[in-house]
């Protein structure tokens, strides 16, 4: 794999269900976020890390839950989804160092929850 | 608090120059994005400003004034696959991104 990738594609889940959004990155970037992005407002910062072993709350952290045990994976899940969750969401990545502070997105998670 | 404003569409013509706003106030700063993205897919960085001035990269400049917490982004000699959302995002002080709502841009022919 070449960037960061994120699965599933989209996915549709009825609410109450537990659901991990997986997120995979090869570029060795230190740094990695979650964001939610719905019609009319702009990305949210759901949870970050920003090196492996550590991560911190964002903007909108409620409901969501991460985990950074190594550099490459950045899982997000929802312990039991509900409508409001309804987004899409992207995962994206940064190399600590870098001055221009580019962060790279995967393409994305389209979730409906019922 | 922290508010990033742009507007919501705009249209222009192909091979025209277009030119997009975004002002903003937020805690701290620590250098103003705009980032690129069609539809259906995930955004793009297009520009990173920390400084006041123009920085100009191919067909795209952006400009910055702190004072005026103001920026704008412009296109020129347009082109139908310019057509996407532009989105601005400010990086505050804690180094996180303040994220627009995006400016949807159609070009038409």
């Known amino acids: 794999i070449a960037g960061i990738t994120q699965a599933p594609t989209s996915q549709i889940l009825a609410a109450g269900r537990r659901m991990t959004l997986r997120c995979t990155q090869d570029m060795r970037h230190n740094a990695m976020y979650w964001y939610r992005q719905d019609l009319g407002l702009g990305l949210r910062l759901i949870h970050y890390s920003n090196t492996a072993g550590t991560t911190g709350k964002g903007e909108v952290p409620d409901g969501y839950s991460v985990s950074r045990a190594n550099t490459d994976d950045f899982p997000l899940t929802l312990a039991s989804a509900v409508p409001s969750q309804t987004s899409v969401y992207f995962c994206?990545?940064?190399?600590?160092?870098?001055?221009?502070?580019?962060?790279?997105f995967g393409p994305g998670t389209r979730l409906t929850v019922t | 608090g922290q508010n990033i404003d742009q507007p919501t569409e705009m249209t222009a013509t192909e091979g025209a120059i277009v030119q997009i706003n975004c002002t903003y106030q937020t805690s701290g700063f620590n250098g103003l994005f705009w980032y690129q993205q069609h539809a259906g897919e995930a955004p793009t960085f297009l520009s990173y400003n920390v400084l006041d001035g123009l920085e100009e990269k191919g067909r795209f400049s952006s400009f910055l004034s702190r004072s005026k917490g103001y920026s704008y982004l412009l296109l020129k000699e347009l082109q139908m696959k310019d057509s996407a959302s532009y989105l601005c995002a400010v990086m505050d002080s804690n180094y996180q991104l303040i994220w627009g709502a995006g400016t949807k841009l159609i070009i038409k022919p």
């Open positions: 994206a990545s940064r190399l600590a160092g870098d001055p221009s502070y580019e962060q790279y």
